[in-house]
């Protein structure tokens, strides 16, 4: 292995690994933003309408409802390395988080809660490429369908969400 990755390297091993599960996947962990680096991994979250992540640094932020959770496919962060906390989002899933797979206004039932995939795209930054690398930050931006970033979501009806819990389409 050893070195750097590049762009092309990044995109090779994502072509030929096994692709995301469409339609239903797993949680597979999820993080609660403390502070800028600061996370926890619980086992078990509550999400409401209202705060988003219960816990989560988006609720004492500007609340763009646009961007109050966020999900990322767990292939993807296991393939750029580090923890999986890392990137930072509310949820890594084990899902196509695709804009084929899942348009705009898609309803997803994540453990107990019901969220709607949002138009705002969550692209990666200064943060991101400081955590992962300038090639790794053009590879998940240059593919933006695929959102290899991840996606925001708003919360539509709140609920208990814990690791390994479903997370299935329920209204494309």
Same mark, same amino acid.
């Given at each position: 292995? @050893? ?18 599960? #469409?339609?239903?996947?797993? %949680? #597979? *962990? ?10 926890? /991994?619980?086992? +078990?979250?509550?999400?409401t ?20 959770? /966020?999900l990322m496919?767990? !292939? %993807? /962060?296991?393939?750029? @390395?580090?923890? &999986?906390? &890392?990137? =930072? ?12 797979? *899942?348009?705009?206004? /898609?309803? $997803? !039932? *994540? =453990?107990?809660?019901? $969220?709607? %995939? ?5 692209? @990666?930054?200064?943060?991101? !490429?400081? #955590?992962? @690398? $300038?090639?790794? *930050? ?8 695929? +959102?290899? +970033?991840?996606?925001?979501? !708003?919360?539509?009806? =709140?609920?208990?969400?814990a ?5 299935? %389409?329920?209204e494309?």
């Amino acid at each position: 292995m @050893g070195g750097v990755l590049t762009v092309e390297d990044f995109e090779t091993r994502w072509t030929s690994a096994d692709p995301a599960p #469409r339609g239903s996947g797993s %949680v #597979r *962990l999820i993080c609660v933003r403390l502070g800028d680096g600061i996370h926890e /991994t619980p086992e +078990r979250a509550d999400v409401t309408v209202d705060d988003g992540l219960v816990g989560d640094r988006w609720a004492q932020g500007k609340r763009d409802l646009d961007a109050q959770i /966020t999900l990322m496919n767990v !292939r %993807v /962060t296991e393939l750029i @390395g580090g923890p &999986l906390d &890392l990137p =930072g989002d509310n949820f890594q899933v084990d899902l196509d988080l695709s804009e084929e797979a *899942l348009p705009v206004g /898609t309803k $997803l !039932r *994540l =453990g107990k809660a019901l $969220l709607e %995939v949002s138009p705002a795209p969550h692209t @990666g930054c200064k943060t991101f !490429r400081e #955590r992962f @690398g $300038l090639d790794a *930050l053009k590879w998940v931006n240059d593919n933006r369908d695929r +959102r290899l +970033r991840g996606m925001n979501c !708003r919360v539509l009806e =709140g609920g208990a969400v814990a690791v390994s819990d479903p997370i299935v %389409v329920v209204e494309n």
